[in-house]
């Protein structure tokens, strides 16, 4: 079993939109969840990060972490062409410091279309 | 001020041929990391130098890959003898707290 699933998708939905974006983990020791957003081409580019359950909200973006059912989502109101990407969720476990390896989920396709 | 920079951007090799991929981390970064992404697959760590202490090559799929690095500077890949599986995008990424990504290397070995 990998350490952090993720469904590739693609995900297409209409400008304007609610996303949802789903990840579950297998191990509880992870500590640190990240959202990284990839255009085509690119570096993937840190768009959130959490270290507790319960929601964090930044503009659009909210990122929602569940540790008792390891399970950690991005929502995207109001989604904008501009939002189409792949999103990786990542995570890590490294208790008490914010360094080490990260975990990655395959990424999901979304495209949004005006 | 400048982020992560990688090169070459793109390269193509044979079969066998050795392959020396550069990283410029974000100055002050003390941590530095490489990951491989196979097309369509999330990022696969390789390995990880964090200062002076010894690197975390656990990610390393065999021993035709290493790397190394200068102090808090540069990184080099190595991979030797290449194969057709080694072909994806090499991504680095330095961190002192969250870790930026540089645009990555795309490697194709015909």
């Known amino acids: 079993q990998k350490e952090v699933e993720q469904d590739p998708g693609p995900l297409s939905v209409p400008e304007g939109a609610i996303v949802s974006l789903n990840c579950t983990y297998s191990?509880?020791?992870?500590?640190?969840f990240m959202w990284y957003r990839q255009y085509s081409r690119k570096g993937p580019e840190l768009l959130m990060y959490?270290?507790?359950?319960g929601n964090k909200e930044d503009g659009r973006f909210t990122a929602q972490v569940d540790k008792s059912s390891k399970y950690i989502s991005l929502f995207i109101r109001d989604s904008q062409p501009s939002d189409s990407a792949t999103y990786l969720c990542a995570i890590k476990s490294e208790r008490g410091s914010t360094l080490g390896r990260l975990y990655f989920g395959r990424g999901t396709q979304l495209t949004v279309w005006p | 001020g400048a982020g992560v920079s990688q090169s070459p951007s793109n390269k193509v090799t044979e079969k066998g041929k050795d392959v020396e991929l550069r990283c410029d981390p974000i100055s002050g970064h003390t941590a530095l990391y490489w990951y491989r992404q196979r097309l369509g697959q999330g990022l696969e760590f390789l390995i990880y130098?964090?200062?002076?202490?010894?690197?975390?090559k656990s990610g390393l799929p065999s021993d035709r890959f290493s790397a190394e690095r200068t102090g808090e500077s540069v990184s080099t890949l190595t991979i030797q003898r290449t194969q057709q599986e080694d072909s994806a995008v090499y991504l680095c990424?330095?961190?002192?707290?969250?870790?930026?990504f540089g645009p990555g290397t795309r490697l194709l070995v015909l």
């Open positions: 990424a330095s961190s002192l707290d969250s870790q930026y």
């Open positions: 130098f964090q200062g002076n202490s010894a690197p975390d």
């Open positions: 959490t270290y507790s359950s």
């Open positions: 191990n509880s020791a992870f500590q640190y």
